[in-house]
C-alpha cells in the first residue's frame, strides 16, 4: 500500500526539482504560470502522496508530466502506470506529453488540456488572435 504522506525526502526532492527544470519545463512553466493559461492556478514539482507531479492544479485536479527519453524505458513506464493509478484514485486526471510535443507544439499541449478540463469557449488557434492559448509574448 502507498503511502499518501508527503515524506520530508520527497519534500526536498520537489524544492530541488523546481530548480532545476527540464528545457520542456522551462517552456511550459511560463505559459501556465501566474493565471495565465485560463486564470487556472498552476503548481510545478507538487509533491502528492509519496510522487512528485511536474505541474499540477487543484482546482480542476489535472496533473501534467512532461516525459523526456529516461521514461520511454519499460521499467519507467511500469513505474509511471503505477503512480497514475494512485494519481487518479486519488482524484487527478495524469496528461503525458513527450518534451519533444512541449518544445514543438506548446499550443497543442495546452489545447488538450483545456480538453481535459472541459473548458468551454476555447481561445482562437490563431496566434495574431487574442484569445490565442499562449500567453502574451510568448506566441509564434
Not at 526532492?13 to 492556478?41: C, D, H, M
Not at 512541449?102 to 487574442?130: H, Q, T
Request: with cysteine.
Amino acid at each position: 500500500m502507498l503511502e499518501r504522506k508527503n515524506s520530508p525526502e520527497t519534500l526536498d526532492f520537489a524544492r530541488q526539482q523546481r530548480g532545476q527544470p527540464t528545457r520542456a519545463e522551462a517552456a511550459f512553466w511560463p505559459a501556465v504560470r501566474g493565471r495565465r493559461f485560463s486564470g487556472l492556478k498552476f503548481k510545478r514539482q507538487v509533491t502528492i502522496g509519496p510522487f512528485i507531479a511536474d505541474f499540477c492544479c487543484f482546482e480542476h485536479r489535472p496533473i501534467v508530466e512532461l516525459d523526456g527519453e529516461p521514461y520511454q524505458s519499460d521499467e519507467a513506464k511500469l513505474k509511471d502506470a503505477s503512480r497514475d493509478v494512485f494519481l487518479r484514485r486519488e482524484g487527478y486526471k495524469v496528461l503525458r506529453f513527450p518534451n519533444e510535443r512541449v518544445l514543438g507544439n506548446l499550443e497543442f499541449v495546452l489545447r488538450e488540456i483545456a480538453d481535459m478540463i472541459g473548458l468551454a469557449g476555447l481561445p482562437s488557434s490563431d496566434p495574431a488572435s487574442p484569445g490565442h492559448l499562449l500567453p502574451q509574448g510568448e506566441k509564434g
